[in-house]
């Protein structure tokens, strides 16, 4: 009877025979979609393509700041974004104000139907050719996002891993649990930004973009860092967005 093989010698003999096509290829690392937020992009190093990131929080807590900066980003790249609106809560000209090219931007209302949402979630990602879809429950409340089956998570996981898709889910508190690579929290500090000791000098090509006003009490056109001026961010990740990070949690602030 022939000896088998041993796995060095099989291995050895594939490599003879075929060269370095069969050898396994070095992981290369996944990429990411830009918030435009230094802030947060320092922190989370970018949003994962190919996976699912969870943006959760209270009303006022940054996260419609987070996702129209993100957007503009996107579409500014000339990258196909979609929105499904499970509450009709999405504001165009608020998208348009933060930089977004609305032309760029598929926006699906489902009239509070939560199961109308998950169906065109669904179909969004199974169509593919997607740069950025985002989920938003925003207003669905907590009690019954939570009570979303696991294995539409496990689903969205699976449909979007290995494509050049950023999938975002937006809600009240955390309901993607460990299908999501990447999760923000959001809590607010502050209700409002305002400044009341800017230089009189300062004008829109200063660090602000641009500033009005008498006896040194200016209004300031808000730029996203500004609106989440105050705003904590607790990160945690599941899944490594490059081979050499582990799974890992973070808190930071973003400062005045």
Not at 36 to 45: F, K, M, R
Request: charged share 20%; glycine share 8%.
């Amino acid at each position: 009877m022939r000896a088998a093989f041993s796995k060095a010698q099989f291995e050895s003999e594939l490599t003879s025979r075929f060269g370095t096509v069969i050898k396994p290829r070095e992981k290369i690392p996944s990429a990411v979609i830009s918030t435009g937020i230094t802030e947060v992009d320092a922190l989370s190093g970018g949003l994962p393509r190919g996976a699912i990131t969870e943006i959760y929080g209270p009303a006022s807590s940054g996260r419609t700041t987070l996702i129209l900066s993100t957007l503009a980003m996107a579409t500014n790249r000339e990258e196909v974004c979609a929105v499904v609106d499970t509450n009709d809560s999405f504001h165009p000209a608020s998208a348009a104000s933060a930089g977004a090219c609305l032309d760029r931007v598929l926006w699906m209302r489902c009239g509070s139907r939560l199961e109308h949402a998950f169906k065109a979630t669904d179909l969004l990602l199974q169509g593919g050719g997607f740069g950025l879809v985002v989920l938003d429950l925003g207003e669905v409340p907590s009690q019954d996002s939570k009570r979303i089956i696991s294995s539409w998570w496990y689903r969205f996981r699976r449909v979007v891993e290995n494509t050049a898709t950023t999938f975002v889910v937006i809600a009240q508190d955390s309901c993607v649990r460990s299908c999501a690579s990447l999760t923000l929290k959001m809590i607010s500090s502050t209700d409002a930004w305002s400044t009341t000791s800017l230089r009189s000098g300062l004008g829109a090509t200063d660090k602000f973009p641009a500033a009005v006003g008498t006896n040194n009490h200016f209004h300031i056109t808000p730029s996203h860092s500004h609106l989440l001026t105050g705003t904590q961010l607790q990160l945690e990740r599941q899944k490594p967005t490059f081979a050499t990070e582990r799974v890992s949690t973070f808190v930071c602030k973003i400062a005045q």
